[in-house]
Every structure is written in structure tokens, then in C-alpha cells.
């Protein structure tokens, strides 16, 4: 049987940019795991995941939730290291 943690080694991201996926779209993180891995192989999709991740920190700021904010952060930051055409601007 394959596990959560076998999907996840199956993508580009890892259980914490899954989740924010997850936060964004409202799905389940399996869910998320495939969605953020199709978004990573096309053409400027990591735009979109680093879009997401953004919009859910805003979320969190706009909800006055700052410590969710600040891992989300760190979530996005983490993910910018490991996937620099992700960044705005970039191609």
C-alpha cells in the first residue's frame, strides 16, 4: 500500500509546501500532493505554488494568526531555496 509519505517522495515538494496547498485549495493533502506535483511540471507552475503560498500567508495575516504567518514564511522561504524559478520575475 502506498502512504502519504511515499506520495510525498514521489513530488518535488515537501509535507510542509503539501499542506499549504492543502490550506489554499481546501483539499485533502493527497490531494494536494498531486495537484502541487502536476502545478510543478508545467510551465510556470511554480509561480502558482509560490502564488498560493503567498495568498495563505495573507489569509493568516488578515486573520490576525501571525505564528501561522511566520511558518507559512518559512514554508515559502524553504520553498524559493529549493525551486529559484518559482520566484517572480524569474523564467
Known amino acids: 500500500m ?3 509519505d511515499d506520495i510525498e517522495d514521489m513530488t518535488d515538494l515537501t ?3 503539501i499542506a499549504a496547498i492543502a ?3 481546501h483539499i485533502p493533502p493527497l490531494d494536494a500532493a498531486l495537484l502541487g506535483d502536476y502545478l510543478m511540471h508545467l510551465h510556470h507552475g511554480g509561480h502558482k505554488v509560490q502564488a498560493m503560498i503567498c495568498e495563505d500567508i495573507r489569509t493568516a495575516l488578515h486573520a490576525d494568526d501571525v505564528a501561522h504567518a ?3 514564511y518559512a514554508v515559502l522561504h524553504g520553498f524559493l531555496k529549493a525551486h529559484p524559478e518559482a ?3 524569474a523564467e
Open 15 to 17: 509535507a510542509e509546501e
Open 87 to 89: 520566484v517572480r520575475g
Open 70 to 72: 511566520r511558518a507559512l
Open 23 to 25: 490550506e489554499h485549495d
Open 2 to 4: 502506498i502512504s502519504a
